[in-house]
């Protein structure tokens, strides 16, 4: 091969080098394998367990429990019951031919104003005055809930006066009238109620009950407030504000456990 054609090929060669060069420095030689791309992952929003019983509820049995109100929410002289107050037998066991009057006393006997049995309860007496608090948390639908108020709030006009007889043979005389509520839940409904009772031995036995029923979202509570004499209100106005909140916090730490 004679120099001047060496000196070309040299130059040809030199030429290549440059335009590879060229090629990297514009980023047009690409790697043998290019890294694969991390994937999106598409994360649902989360949603609300849906309720696992009958009634609608969202609750477990132990938040329906810490939903009950204790003595230590209303103070002295309230304490944990002793057991069924003796005038529960002695007056609430009565019978009566006025119309829709004798579903209102077996409700009050059975402890069933949202038209069902409890799902829990919880009994305080009044040491100083011998009054009872009965608190219950219902197990019934909101549509069912809702029909037992429609119901307690009608007992004022079809149940104003009427008379029952005991098992004893004891006549009452028992007055129905509205009572009013804090404006706690979605839908409530309060009853105050009086049974005047004449022994077959001449005592003269008073016994007054407050009723209160709240339904709160899909969850209800209820309760009476009772004793012989006079019942002092406040402790029926305190339960049914305390039991509202009591309730709508557990509602809202079960929705936040979700």
Not at 1 to 17: D, E
Not at 88 to 97: E, F, I, V, Y
Not at 183 to 207: S, Y
Request: negative net charge.
């Amino acid at each position: 091969m004679t120099p001047a054609a060496i000196s070309r090929r040299a130059l040809l060669l030199a030429v290549g080098l440059v335009t590879l060069s060229g090629c990297a420095t514009l980023g047009l030689e690409h790697p043998a394998t290019a890294p694969t791309p991390t994937p999106t992952i598409d994360r649902p929003t989360p949603t609300a367990k849906a309720p696992n019983r009958a009634d609608g509820s969202t609750l477990s049995d132990a938040q329906a429990r810490e939903a009950l109100i204790t003595e230590t929410d209303l103070g002295p002289p309230w304490t944990a019951t002793r057991g069924a107050a003796t005038w529960r037998d002695g007056l609430l066991k009565a019978s009566t031919s006025a119309g829709d009057c004798q579903r209102l006393l077996d409700a009050l006997y059975d402890d069933e104003l949202l038209g069902g049995p409890p799902r829990v309860a919880v009994g305080l007496d009044d040491t100083d005055t011998d009054a009872q608090i009965r608190f219950q948390i219902g197990a019934r639908r909101p549509a069912d809930v809702d029909g037992a108020l429609a119901w307690l709030g009608g007992m004022p006009s079809q149940c104003a006066r009427f008379t029952a007889t005991t098992e004893a043979g004891t006549l009452e005389d028992i007055q129905v009238t509205d009572a009013p509520l804090p404006d706690v839940g979605d839908v409530r409904q309060g009853l105050h109620i009086t049974v005047a009772a004449l022994t077959r031995d001449g005592d003269q036995l008073l016994l007054t009950m407050d009723v209160a029923a709240v339904r709160v979202g899909t969850d209800a509570f209820a309760l009476t407030n009772g004793g012989l004499g006079d019942v002092p209100n406040d402790a029926t106005q305190a339960a049914v504000q305390l039991g509202a909140l009591r309730l709508a916090d557990v509602r809202k730490q079960g929705r936040a456990q979700v």
